[in-house]
């Protein structure tokens, strides 16, 4: 049967050069969906997001465990843009992200990324590697200070 979503997850897992990054093979994992269609948080350093406000935690020194590790590392933290915001400025408490002292609200749809992460119901945490034709700096709403 025909599945559309499978179709295009397939699509995306074969053709790591539609991605941002230098991606592990087999990454994004064939458990990763087509990003909703809505807004994204990103937890950010300044009120003037750039392209180094939306890099992988891979670039910013962390060292990969396993194989698997790498390509989660390789892929961006967001969190569900519907998750009230007094939920995004508690994530200042984490040790991890201590120095973001906004959160940036982007645009985004299906065809700007793949993601794995919690159920989107639940507004929660999302790993996300970008389509390299997508580029998150340039899709900011509002920025807002933790």
């Given at each position: 049967m025909?599945?559309?979503?499978t179709k295009i997850m397939d699509k995306a897992t074969q053709l790591n050069s539609e991605f941002a990054g230098d991606l592990p093979s087999g990454c994004p994992p064939l458990s990763a969906k087509p990003c909703i269609n809505g807004t994204l948080w990103r937890l950010v350093?300044?009120?003037?997001?750039?392209?180094?406000?939306?890099?992988?935690v891979f670039e910013e020194g962390a060292k990969p465990r396993t194989e698997d590790d790498l390509c989660v590392l390789k892929g961006?933290?967001?969190f569900h843009?519907?998750?009230?915001?007094?939920?995004?400025?508690a994530l200042?408490?984490?040790p991890t992200l201590k120095n973001k002292t906004h959160a940036a609200k982007i645009e985004i749809t299906s065809?700007?990324?793949?993601?794995?992460?919690s159920d989107p119901n639940?507004?929660?945490?999302?790993?996300v590697w970008r389509s390299?034709?997508?580029?998150?700096?340039?899709?900011?709403?509002?920025?807002?200070?933790?």
């Open positions: 025909y599945d559309p979503a350093s300044t009120s003037n997001p750039s392209s180094q406000d939306f890099i992988s961006v933290s967001y843009g519907d998750r009230p915001f007094h939920k995004i400025k200042k408490a984490l065809s700007d990324a793949m993601v794995k992460g639940k507004k929660g945490h999302f790993c390299s034709v997508y580029f998150p700096h340039e899709c900011v709403m509002s920025v807002e200070k933790l």
